[in-house]
Every structure is written in structure tokens, then in C-alpha cells.
């Protein structure tokens, strides 16, 4: 059985070619048996395989003051809070593209600063990407075309399990194994470099066909490092860069010569996983080494990110306000400034907190200036009961939807798994729209 099949209750049945939307890679060959509502995973990382397992039990009901209430009393009590604050902070914002346009709406319809979970990476590479912009390489092209990969930081594969085996798999491995690289010139053989690290030893299973460099680096000096490797690709001296081990300089001269010697290069990194003051100066590094090598080769940055959709809530608030996430709306105008309008910011000066979790049971922030909203996953654990809590399926399990893929090129079909007992966030987003007055 596959996607597309009837998804009522019945035999346990095998569902396939899922496609993930957890952390942003976009896995599309999951696979899990479902039996009524219990879900258990047969092919998926351990992320999603966590996140997938489902009961078969009854999941929780909204709730009004820790109080049993119902989807409508609950959808109302939104609206009255909603109505009496005058500085609303809408966070986490982990929903599908459809659940995000009508929470979006109702910022707007209420006035509230909208800011992702998982958005602090983002905005540390548009800091680059806003002042000097970056040429960037889509998950095909890395996995089709790239010859040699520079990861800095840590191994990727903490945050992406599968990001080696997607980004540059060996050919002949696997179902689609002829299906990729289709332009390396020396298939099963790339280039790894690892800056930072250490690779995990799963990591290093999975590129074992690969020539594989590991330059260790502790994770203060990775910005030093990415800065002197481009210092080197541009024939810059380094001496006062440096700070760094005379092997260590000697091994990123030899990775710059590498690269000008590639076809294709790639440079990779996690924002989120670097200290927040050096992930733009990684970006930065990584952008200018590209912009060098552009003059005879080809060479793109591919950054990594797009937990919970963060790159779909980042891609409607462009659509939507013409600014991205960390913008505060409503009353028919929008005002972008990050320094105000992060979660953590945006929280000093509110008075209500709006917070939606559907991939995963992440609480909300600490908030004890107004009442919370939960809008989040039925196994959310509270340190302080919310004042309204209603409890959502997930999308890609309890209902189909969209997300986007981490390089923002692909927005990926989500498919209903199993029989939903929960709203979606669209339909509580809409239900608090029509308690508040405006049709969703
Ligand atoms: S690596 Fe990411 S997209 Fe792939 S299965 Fe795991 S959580 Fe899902």
C-alpha cells in the first residue's frame, strides 16, 4: 500500500514514500505500519521514527484554565483573550503552510510579532544573505554535481541524520542508487572535508566510500578557521588570522588547494549549532570563498536549517508582509525589526503569548506577563498550565499538508496517516478567527 490509499482504520497496513517534514531535509521514502491510529515506523531516522510513533489511545481534549472545555469554548476563549491584549507575541510557529496562513491571519486581525521556533540560524545567515547576498546550490545540485563538500561546525548528521546519504550518496547504493550523482566525475568518490567536527561514527560509516578529511577544530575557533580557509582560496596572508595550530593551517592550505581545484564546491553549515556571534562570520567566510572560486569554477554555499518548516513560515511572511519572520502585523501594516521582534524580545514587552508546536511537544517559552495560548502537539508537557490549551494533530501524520524544504526550492506534499481525532492548526486558527470576528 501507498501514499494515497485509504487511510480509515481496518488491518494494520504498510504505508510508503512518506514524505518527512520534521527537520527540513525532506526525506520522501519513509515508511510505517499503521494499525487504527497506532502508528510504528519501519524506515526513518531516529528523529522521525520519535516523532512518528503514535498510540492507539484517545488524545486529551482542549482545555480552558486547566478545565476540560470544548474545541469552541476554547476557539472563544483565544478570541477574549486576543481582544483584551494590546501586545501579542506569536511563537514557535510549527505548522504546515496552510496552518501558518490562517495564524498569520489572525495576527493580522488581532495585531501580534510572529517569530519561528527554529529561526536563529535563519536570521544569522540573512545577515550575510540581506548585505552581500550568496550563490546557493539546491539539494539536487549538491547531490548531482558537488565534487567537494566543506562542512564547518559540527557534524551535520546531529541535527540531519541523513544528510550525508541525501546530500552526496554512492552510486549503486540504495532503491534510487542510479538515480544519483548523474554529473560526478569520479561517482562514490567525493571529496569530504570537515571542518570542526568529529564525525560521528555513523557519519563516517556512511561516507566511508569517500575520501573523507577531518581537520579538527574546537567549535570557538570554527569562524577562524572558515576566515582563514578563504583568506588561503583568496592567497591572502593569514599570519594575523590565525590563532590556530601550524597543522591546522597547513591542513585548511591544503583543503583551499582542493578547491580550486574542484568542479563543484560546497561549503555547508548549521547556524543554529554554531555560538550566535560566529554563525554570520561562517556564512560570511563560506559566501566570500564562493564568490572567489565563482571566477573559475563553480562553487555555492548550501546552508542548513528548516526545522518544523521554519523555511515555509520564513517564505510566507515574505509572500504575505514583503519582510520576513521577526515582523510584527496588524491594523493593516507590518514593521520589521528582529532586535524587537524575536521570541525572546518580542516577550519582554508582551502581554500574551500565542504559541504553536504541531511537529513536536515543544513547550512554550517562559511567559508569566499575560495568559498563554497552546496551540500544540496533545503530548506537550507545561511548566505552567496555559490558559487555553488546544491540542492539534500533526501534519504529515494526522492530516496532509505543505511544508517547505530546507533549500526553499521544493515545497513537499505531507500525507495523512491515520484517521484524525485532533483539529488542525488551520482549523483552530480558523475557529479563533470566527470567534473573533472575522470569517476565516
Ligand atoms: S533526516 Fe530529517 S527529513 Fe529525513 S527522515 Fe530524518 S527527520 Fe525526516
Same mark, same amino acid.
Given at each position: 500500500?501507498?501514499?494515497?490509499?485509504?487511510?480509515?482504520?481496518?488491518?494494520?497496513?504498510?504505508?510508503?514514500?512518506?514524505?518527512?517534514?520534521?527537520?527540513?531535509?525532506?526525506?520522501? &521514502?519513509?515508511?510505517?505500519?499503521?494499525?487504527?491510529?497506532?502508528?510504528?515506523?519501519?524506515?526513518?531516522?531516529?528523529?522521525?521514527?520519535?516523532?512518528?510513533?503514535?498510540?492507539?489511545?484517545?488524545?486529551?481534549?482542549?482545555?480552558?484554565?486547566?478545565?476540560?472545555? *470544548?474545541?469552541?469554548?476554547?476557539?472563544?476563549?483565544?478570541?477574549?483573550?486576543?481582544?483584551?491584549?494590546?501586545?501579542?507575541?506569536?511563537?514557535?510557529?510549527?505548522? &504546515?503552510?496552510?496552518?501558518? /496562513?490562517?495564524?498569520?491571519?489572525?495576527?493580522?486581525? *488581532?495585531?501580534?510579532?510572529?517569530?519561528?521556533? !527554529?529561526?536563529?540560524?535563519? =536570521? !544569522?545567515?540573512?545577515?550575510?544573505?540581506?548585505?552581500?547576498?550568496?550563490?546557493?546550490?539546491?539539494? #539536487?545540485?549538491?547531490?548531482?554535481?558537488?565534487?567537494?563538500?566543506?562542512?564547518?561546525?559540527?557534524?551535520?548528521?546531529? #541535527?540531519?541524520?541523513? =544528510?550525508?546519504?541525501?546530500?552526496?550518496?554512492?552510486?549503486?547504493?540504495?532503491?534510487?542508487?542510479?538515480?544519483?550523482?548523474?554529473?560526478?566525475?569520479?561517482?562514490?568518490?567525493?571529496?569530504?572535508?570537515?571542518?570542526?567536527?568529529?564525525?560521528?561514527?555513523?557519519?563516517?560509516?556512511?561516507?566511508?566510500?569517500?575520501?573523507?578529511?577531518?581537520?579538527?577544530?574546537?567549535?570557538?575557533?570554527?569562524?577562524?578557521?572558515?576566515?582563514?580557509?578563504?583568506?588561503?582560496?583568496?592567497?591572502?596572508?593569514?599570519?594575523?588570522? !590565525?590563532?590556530?595550530?601550524?597543522?591546522?593551517?597547513?591542513?585548511?592550505?591544503?583543503?583551499?588547494?582542493?578547491?580550486?581545484?574542484?568542479?563543484?564546491?560546497?561549503?555547508?553549515?548549521?547556524?543554529? %549549532?554554531?555560538?550566535?556571534?560566529?554563525?554570520?562570520?561562517?556564512?560570511? #567566510?563560506?559566501?566570500?570563498?564562493?564568490?572567489?572560486? %565563482?571566477?573559475?569554477?563553480?562553487?555555492?554555499?548550501?546552508?542548513?536549517?528548516?526545522?518544523?518548516?521554519?523555511?515555509?513560515?520564513?517564505?510566507?511572511?515574505?509572500? /504575505?508582509?514583503?519582510?520576513?519572520?521577526?515582523?510584527?502585523?496588524?491594523?493593516?501594516?507590518?514593521?520589521?525589526?528582529?532586535?524587537?521582534?524575536?521570541?525572546?524580545? #518580542?516577550?519582554?514587552?508582551?502581554?500574551?503569548?500565542?504559541?504553536? *508546536?504541531?511537529?513536536?511537544? &515543544?513547550?512554550?517559552?517562559?511567559?508569566?506577563?499575560?495568559?498563554?495560548?497552546?496551540?500544540?502537539?496533545?503530548?506537550?508537557?507545561?511548566?505552567?498550565?496555559?490558559?487555553? =490549551?488546544?491540542?492539534?494533530?500533526?501534519?504529515?501524520?494526522?492530516?496532509?499538508?505543505?511544508?517547505?524544504?530546507?533549500?526553499?526550492?521544493?515545497?513537499?506534499?505531507?500525507?495523512?496517516?491515520?484517521? !484524525?481525532?485532533?483539529?488542525?492548526?488551520?482549523?483552530?486558527?480558523?475557529?479563533?478567527?470566527?470567534? =473573533?470576528?472575522?470569517?476565516?
Amino acid at each position: 500500500m501507498t501514499s494515497g490509499d485509504l487511510i480509515t482504520g481496518g488491518a494494520p497496513r504498510t504505508v510508503r514514500d512518506i514524505v518527512c517534514g520534521f527537520c527540513g531535509l525532506g526525506c520522501d &521514502d519513509l515508511e510505517v505500519t499503521v494499525a487504527g491510529r497506532a502508528i510504528t515506523p519501519r524506515t526513518a531516522c531516529p528523529e522521525a521514527a520519535r516523532l512518528l510513533t503514535r498510540s492507539d489511545a484517545t488524545p486529551p481534549s482542549p482545555r480552558v484554565n486547566g478545565v476540560a472545555a *470544548s474545541f469552541e469554548e476554547a476557539a472563544a476563549a483565544v478570541a477574549t483573550h486576543l481582544k483584551a491584549a494590546r501586545s501579542a507575541a506569536f511563537s514557535g510557529l510549527g505548522a &504546515d503552510l496552510e496552518g501558518l /496562513r490562517r495564524l498569520y491571519d489572525l495576527a493580522m486581525a *488581532s495585531g501580534a510579532s510572529l517569530d519561528h521556533a !527554529a529561526s536563529g540560524g535563519l =536570521f !544569522a545567515n540573512l545577515e550575510r544573505l540581506a548585505r552581500k547576498g550568496w550563490i546557493a546550490a539546491t539539494l #539536487a545540485e549538491v547531490r548531482n554535481r558537488c565534487d567537494v563538500l566543506v562542512v564547518f561546525g559540527d557534524d551535520p548528521a546531529s #541535527a540531519f541524520s541523513r =544528510f550525508f546519504s541525501r546530500a552526496v550518496p554512492v552510486r549503486g547504493e540504495g532503491a534510487d542508487g542510479d538515480a544519483a550523482p548523474l554529473f560526478v566525475t569520479a561517482p562514490g568518490r567525493r571529496q569530504i572535508a570537515v571542518v570542526g567536527g568529529p564525525l560521528s561514527e555513523a557519519s563516517r560509516r556512511v561516507l566511508a566510500a569517500h575520501e573523507v578529511t577531518e581537520i579538527a577544530v574546537a567549535e570557538q575557533d570554527v569562524a577562524t578557521a572558515a576566515s582563514v580557509l578563504t583568506a588561503l582560496v583568496a592567497g591572502r596572508g593569514v599570519d594575523g588570522l !590565525a590563532g590556530l595550530p601550524d597543522e591546522t593551517v597547513a591542513a585548511l592550505a591544503a583543503l583551499a588547494e582542493q578547491l580550486k581545484a574542484a568542479r563543484y564546491a560546497v561549503f555547508t553549515w548549521n547556524a543554529a %549549532s554554531l555560538p550566535a556571534a560566529d554563525a554570520p562570520v561562517v556564512a560570511g #567566510a563560506a559566501s566570500e570563498a564562493v564568490d572567489l572560486l %565563482s571566477v573559475t569554477t563553480r562553487a555555492a554555499v548550501f546552508p542548513l536549517g528548516g526545522r518544523d518548516n521554519v523555511t515555509g513560515a520564513h517564505q510566507l511572511a515574505l509572500w /504575505r508582509f514583503g519582510y520576513p519572520l521577526r515582523t510584527a502585523v496588524g491594523a493593516g501594516t507590518s514593521r520589521h525589526v528582529p532586535e524587537l521582534y524575536s521570541t525572546a524580545a #518580542a516577550l519582554y514587552d508582551a502581554d500574551l503569548l500565542l504559541h504553536t *508546536s504541531a511537529f513536536r511537544p &515543544d513547550a512554550p517559552p517562559d511567559f508569566d506577563r499575560g495568559p498563554v495560548i497552546a496551540i500544540a502537539h496533545p503530548d506537550t508537557v507545561f511548566a505552567r498550565e496555559p490558559e487555553v =490549551f488546544i491540542p492539534v494533530g500533526t501534519p504529515g501524520v494526522d492530516y496532509g499538508g505543505h511544508v517547505f524544504r530546507m533549500d526553499s526550492v521544493v515545497c513537499l506534499p505531507l500525507q495523512a496517516l491515520r484517521p !484524525a481525532e485532533l483539529p488542525s492548526v488551520a482549523e483552530a486558527a480558523a475557529a479563533i478567527l470566527v470567534s =473573533f470576528g472575522r470569517g476565516a
